[in-house]
């Protein structure tokens, strides 16, 4: 069993999310994109959208059609499916979702009923090539955003079950291409069992984490039921390829479901005994070395997409408040954590005007003073102001410590 410190584990953590030395930017998104294993996507668009920000806080100033280029290129290197929620994931995983596609098909139904005629829009996006919901007379009804088209819906399906796939998008409007057209063929001809699936994504899940609890991986992967299990057998057994360890401070809950704790049949389920984590075997080797970066983060950002687990490695607590009534917002409509030295050292509640980007509140963590980490805000500032083509800063609201260590150019 290996025995790790809070600190400890949350450098392995940062090195293995690309936020600890040089070497993390090499082979640029495409490599950042592979090394995550998955990248959310998200509406939302403040300074930028969420997979590009997630890009810039790893490689800094990358341009943001490079990004977008990078992410949905042709031939793909990349497609939309879910995982931790909606995220660009490698092309490489395609067979790896198979458990998945399967599991809709059984079902025959999303968030609606399956229209009768997705046959025919299979057909008509065979025929086209490629389809977007305009194609097929737009994607709603009229009403809420989830009043979709049945023509909307059936895309949709279509794209659960794998006959569809989106590898790009055109004014954030997915593009659905038949998959022989976008998986190489090795890649679409490759169906694993459910196990398969679920041991491999487990692996990828925890070298991209560093260390994770049980809960963490089945958060990344958004699995219940018997995948859970498996993952719990994949656990114990070491199919995953994870160690168990433990972590100072971090509670120690049990590492399986009730189906499979106990069991000892499983081959070497007693070296899990007593872990409340798992860690990647080649991270605990591998010395972290270099200079932390300092960005701010999106909200959707796989370092802190788990809130419970952002509270556990790094003692902030942190809630988007976009959907909180305004008058009971505490640090605003779309709060960014700012990571710094290691830590996450406070927020910003991002804005533009014009070619100028406005902090309308900036906040350090408490117990942090102004006089040591003012720096670090204004350097996370200017940077994202740099990078999305802003020439000045400012701040209407800040910390009353804060806010006399801020230098006047971002006053």
Known sequence: MTELSADEARRVILHAQGFIGAEARKGGVHGMLRRLGAV???????????HELVA?????????????????HNPAQSFEYWCHAACILPIEHWPLYSFRRRAFRERRYRWHEVPDHVGELLQQARDAGSLTTTDVGGGKNGGPWWDWSDSKIGLEWLLDIG??????????RRVYEPAERVVPAELLGEELSDEECVVRLAGIAGRALGVATRGDLVDFLRLKGRYAEILDEALLSGAAGLVPVTVGGWPSRGTATKATAGKRAVSGATAGKGAHAWADPAALETEARGRHRTALLSPFDSLIWHRGRTERVFGFRYQLELYVPKHKRVHGYFTMPVLAGGRLIGRV??????????????SLEPGLTGARWADALRDALWSAADWVGCDSVRVEKADPALAAHLESDVR
């Open 40 to 50: 959310q996507l998200d509406t939302i668009s403040v300074l930028a959208r969420s």
């Open 56 to 72: 810039y806080a790893r490689l800094g100033a990358v341009g943001r059609q490079k990004v977008e280029r990078a992410y949905w």
């Open 163 to 172: 006959e569809l796939v989106c590898s790009r998008r055109v004014g954030w």
């Open 349 to 362: 509640d991002p804005a533009r005007d014009g070619t100028t980007l406005v902090a309308r509140q900036l």
